[in-house]
């Protein structure tokens, strides 16, 4: 590729020579430019909010305006009292709800839990916010960040306490990094909001053992709100 690329540059060299010769001469001349090398694929920035819970969000992809046999990173927001969660997933777009039953039932069951014990009545239905990727799963923390700006959005105008990430996917939103079992088990702040990491709802459905943990954390965010 590189001999490719250097035979090329001397052919334009020599060209361009023979170009000012003929425009020296007085000869007009159209200039020869070369070819800029296609730019890769990015993954899309472009979001789409579905009000809805995740079982209510049928046929969410056609009204994001993916399109068939791309995948997607698909984020839920709750708000819970004073607290705001985040969960984020990786799924096909084809798919007919963005987030597995199981999943949305586990998630319920601990929003529940926590909305309990802070007296704050019902868990409020979920904000859907998509970004595209790319179909090969390539450039997926660009679309992961892709939708950053309609979460800060929320953030401003629902003004919660505390931000609470359930799962790498939204930890890479309010951190930076993917890493939740170093970022759990404290308090960090995002454009000067607490901010928590903990499990996110597939990762306590794939290993229950994790529960533990979790309900630890979530305590620490009880203590946080009070």
Do not use: C
Not at 46 to 51: L, R
Not at 74 to 86: E, P
Not at 112 to 126: C, D, L, M, R
């Amino acid at each position: 590729m590189m001999d490719s690329e250097n035979n090329i540059d001397g052919v334009l060299r020599d060209a361009v020579r023979l170009f000012e010769s003929l425009k020296a001469a007085g000869i007009a001349y159209i200039p020869v430019k070369k070819a800029e090398p296609p730019l890769p694929a990015e993954a899309s920035s472009a979001t789409a909010p579905i009000d809805a819970a995740p079982q209510d969000a049928d046929a969410w992809s056609t009204k994001a305006g993916f399109e068939a046999g791309t995948k997607a990173v698909v984020f839920g927001l709750w708000r819970i009292g004073g607290a705001l969660f985040a969960a984020g997933r990786a799924v096909n777009s084809g798919e007919a709800a963005p987030f597995p039953e199981e999943e949305t039932v586990q998630a319920q069951k601990l929003l529940s839990w926590f909305a309990g014990e802070i007296k704050a009545g019902a868990v409020s239905e979920p904000l859907i916010l998509s970004a595209t990727a790319m179909k090969d799963g390539a450039q997926m923390n660009g679309a992961v960040l892709s939708v950053k700006p309609l979460i800060d959005e929320k953030i401003g105008e629902w003004k919660p306490s505390v931000v609470v990430a359930l799962g790498g996917l939204a930890a890479l939103i309010f951190t930076g990094s993917l890493e939740t079992a170093r970022l759990r088990g404290r308090l960090n702040t995002y454009n000067g909001i607490r901010t928590a990491v903990t499990h996110s709802p597939e990762d306590l459905v794939k290993r229950p053992g994790l529960k533990k943990e979790t309900l630890e954390d979530m305590k620490m965010i009880i203590k946080a709100l009070a």
